[in-house]
């Protein structure tokens, strides 16, 4: 069974640039969530969708942080413009709908300078 | 904010010894997990304890859960250099809140 695909695996961009991440989740699962990880910290959700819908997304900071899900499979997260605090990891994961088992992706490493 | 805070910060064992790492919590959780992350393999979930439960095995891990005193623990026997990671508790009530993590280095 393939696993969360993120592309890409590393970014680096300056501060005001913007960036764009995608996650592709594993085939069938329903719920996909993105997850910020600030180096030293656990990961802090963002956004959970269920199929194209959003259930939760109070900890996106919504005034430069957007995502999407069309079709309720493939998923892209937008940053802009960025700021120097964005650095961090962005994780991508996928379950079957409950908030049960969670299977992430490799992640993207963005470094904003 | 994260709820889940794990103690120790860092712990660093030899082989063959047994790794205990610590989580508490705040508020009320349906179920309570644990995960692992390396450098090679990301994110991996490892176990998953429901509120109901008291304790649970998998393999060389074992985890208890006290929800009255709103803790877990994690045990890892006879721990291999592989283990090396850190560990995150990570509690469930409709989404998945994860503490700072435990780092464990386990030298040969």
């Known amino acids: 069974e393939a696993g969360v695909a993120q592309s890409p695996r590393y970014k680096i961009i300056e501060k005001r640039q913007s960036v764009a991440f995608w996650c592709n989740p594993i085939?069938?699962?329903?719920?996909l969530y993105w997850y910020q990880q600030i180096l030293g910290q656990g990961p802090k959700l963002l956004i959970q969708?269920?199929?194209?819908?959003?259930?939760?997304d109070s900890q996106l900071p919504k005034d430069r942080f957007s995502a999407e899900r069309l079709k309720g499979v493939d998923s892209t997260l937008k940053i802009q413009p960025a700021k120097l605090e964005d650095s961090a990891v962005y994780l991508c994961?996928?379950?079957?709908?409950?908030?049960?088992?969670?299977?992430f992706g490799p992640g993207t490493r963005l470094t904003v300078t | 904010s994260q709820q889940g805070e794990e103690d120790p910060q860092a712990l660093s064992i030899q082989e063959g010894e047994n790794a205990t790492m610590n989580c508490s919590y705040k508020?009320?959780?349906?179920?309570l997990q644990w995960y692992r992350q390396n450098s090679g393999r990301g994110l991996v979930h490892l176990i998953l304890?429901?509120?109901?439960?008291r304790e649970k095995h998998s393999g060389r891990l074992r985890v208890t859960l006290d929800t009255s005193k709103k803790s877990s623990s994690l045990l890892i026997t006879a721990s291999r250099a592989a283990d090396t990671a850190s560990y995150f508790c990570?509690?469930?009530?409709?989404?998945?809140?994860f503490g700072k993590g435990t780092m464990l280095l386990v030298s040969p």
């Open positions: 304890i429901r509120s109901n439960e």
């Open positions: 969708f269920q199929n194209n819908g959003v259930v939760d």
């Open positions: 085939s069938g699962h329903a719920t």
């Open positions: 994961a996928s379950s079957s709908g409950l908030p049960d088992e969670q299977y």
């Open positions: 990570a509690t469930v009530y409709s989404t998945l809140t």
């Open positions: 508020t009320s959780i349906n179920n």
